[in-house]
């Protein structure tokens, strides 16, 4: 689901690879207030594998209650729910986990210093209940069609709270 302008200025979704075999339902709204109504809504069905929502901005409609009424309705139907809001500020929410996404500089290019390579994306999982904060870099790898992060630095220490945090050293 996408409310008008973020059509407009970010484009349909790229669906390939995506439910692979299984029919996919697109919807543009023309109000923000009516993309969260179908995404609460959609989240009663129990046999969708996922919905996704997109905004542009910060809508009034987009507040606290909303984005709680969104991750309950999430829990009870144990259908995923991603809401991205496009060129909006981190406001409070009740997500169960928040990213922040952006574009980086591409790899170099293997065979010409002046090309662009593979493109990347910055990560960054700034909240969530039951995770560390942490950041990435992932590249997109065309000849096998999939993203992969990027080697972590040397003696970079991960790992959960729980103690079970570890040095890596290669």
């Not at 669906?15 to 989240?43: C, H, K, M, Q």
């Not at 990027?150 to 890596?168: H, I, K, M, S």
Request: charged share 20%; hydrophobic share 40%.
């Amino acid at each position: 689901m996408q409310d008008h302008l973020s059509a407009r200025e970010t484009g349909r979704p790229y669906l390939a690879g995506i439910g692979a075999g299984r029919a996919i339902i697109t919807i543009n709204l023309s109000r923000p207030v009516d993309v969260l109504w179908t995404l609460e809504n959609s989240l009663r069905c129990h046999t969708l594998a996922a919905v996704i929502g997109e905004l542009w901005g910060d809508p009034n409609a987009v507040d606290f209650t909303a984005t709680k009424r969104l991750a309950l309705r999430s829990e009870a139907s144990n259908v995923p729910c991603w809401l991205i809001r496009h060129a909006a500020t981190p406001n409070l929410s009740a997500a169960r986990a928040r990213w922040r996404i952006g574009s980086a500089p591409s790899a170099l290019h293997p065979h010409d210093q002046q090309a662009p390579g593979m493109p990347r994306w910055s990560l960054d999982l700034f909240r969530a209940h039951h995770a560390r904060p942490a950041k990435w870099t992932v590249t997109y790898d065309r000849t096998t069609d999939c993203v992969d992060p990027l080697p972590l630095p040397r003696n970079r220490e991960v790992g959960a709270r729980d103690g079970t945090a570890r040095q890596l050293t290669g």
